[in-house]
């Protein structure tokens, strides 16, 4: 069974951004949201402790992902919805501004290399967006075991003009826990908590939804106006790339899908300012003239790299043929 067809799962493709939490989870009078959480164990528990919240669980690791739909299959908990995607690109893309009530993260990865200090929570554009979908008085809880990091958060936070009085605290207890947390704990290890409430209003660029698209509001299913190429004139895709803005795209083998070779797929790779996603996209011959979309199987958010690569594929299969 794939991550996606367990019921607590929410699959990318039919969600329409930013999510209608209302419509689509019913009248739960708080929301929250948490970020990385690997096995889910956290995450259960937290869901079941807090039956007045909506908990959407965001980690970017489709094994993780897999793994607590597992743990949560056999479970009774209506308010338990996770996904699997990119917090640094899908939150602020996901949840519209003023919509959640807490959002958590436990022990995230430190990425402790220079280049990689994009990653860390600490980098301005996560602040941006966390200041954008909190509510006023909604509050941001962040626990790690590295002390640095937690400083680096709370400075990140702090020079943000929503968060003023962020603040670490070490030697707290909480209702819920995690295995980690646990084993430090009874080793002695030092934990901190970083906690922010979000005080004034702010906002962010969407790149999927709330802003006109200009140029990029272009339709999902495409079509080249000339019949499709065959198969033998598809090779020069094979390493093709674009890339605009923060959207990179790039096509990689293709294959024939239908019998009469009049339908085949291109494995494509997009990524979106670091979040990445792989998928097919479907081009058909209809007439004379081809249709380019993503395939059916592809379930994936609709984002910039991804319009932009259906774009792409169109105009270059348009040039191959005469
Ligand atoms: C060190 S693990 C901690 C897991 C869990 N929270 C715990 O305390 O046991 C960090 C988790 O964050 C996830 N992660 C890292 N970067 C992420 C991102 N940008 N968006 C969502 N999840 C992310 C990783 O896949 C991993 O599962």
Not at 163 to 177: K, Q, Y
Request: net charge positive.
């Amino acid at each position: 069974m794939k991550y996606f067809d367990y019921e607590n799962v929410l699959s990318p493709r039919n969600l329409k951004l930013p999510l209608d939490l209302k419509r689509l989870f019913g009248g739960l009078p708080k929301v929250a949201l948490e970020i990385g959480f690997g096995n889910g164990e956290y995450t259960v528990k937290w869901a079941a402790a807090n039956p007045d919240t909506l908990l959407i669980g965001l980690e970017v690791s489709f094994a993780s992902v897999t793994r607590c739909a597992r743990r949560i299959a056999d479970i009774e908990l209506s308010n338990l919805k996770i996904l699997c995607a990119d917090a640094r690109f899908m939150m602020k893309e996901l949840f519209a501004d003023e919509t959640l009530d807490r959002v958590m993260m436990n022990f995230p990865c430190p990425w402790p290399k220079t280049r990689h200090a994009k990653r860390r929570v600490t980098a301005k554009a996560f602040a941006d967006s966390l200041a954008a979908v909190l509510k006023i008085g909604g509050v941001f809880e962040l626990v790690t075991d590295e002390g640095w990091y937690a400083k680096e958060a709370l400075q990140a936070l702090s020079r943000h003009k929503t968060f003023p009085s962020a603040a670490i605290e070490e030697g707290f207890s909480r209702p819920v826990t995690t295995k980690y947390e646990r084993k430090w704990l009874e080793m002695g290890k030092d934990i901190f908590r970083l906690t922010a409430v979000k005080e004034k209003k702010f906002t962010v660029r969407r790149e999927t939804w709330g802003f006109d698209w200009g140029e990029r509001d272009m339709p999902l299913h495409m079509k080249t106006g000339k019949p499709a190429p065959k198969e033998e004139e598809l090779a020069f895709l094979l390493g093709a790339s674009g890339a605009r803005g923060d959207a990179r795209w790039v096509f990689k083998e293709h294959y024939v899908a239908g019998g009469d070779g009049k339908k085949f797929l291109v494995k494509t790779v997009s990524i979106d300012d670091e979040f990445e996603q792989r998928y097919y996209l479907q081009v058909t011959e209809r007439g004379d003239n081809a249709l380019v979309k993503p395939d059916d199987t592809a379930k994936i958010f609709l984002t910039p790299s991804v319009r932009l690569a259906v774009e792409d594929l169109t105009r270059r299969l348009a040039e191959v043929v005469p």
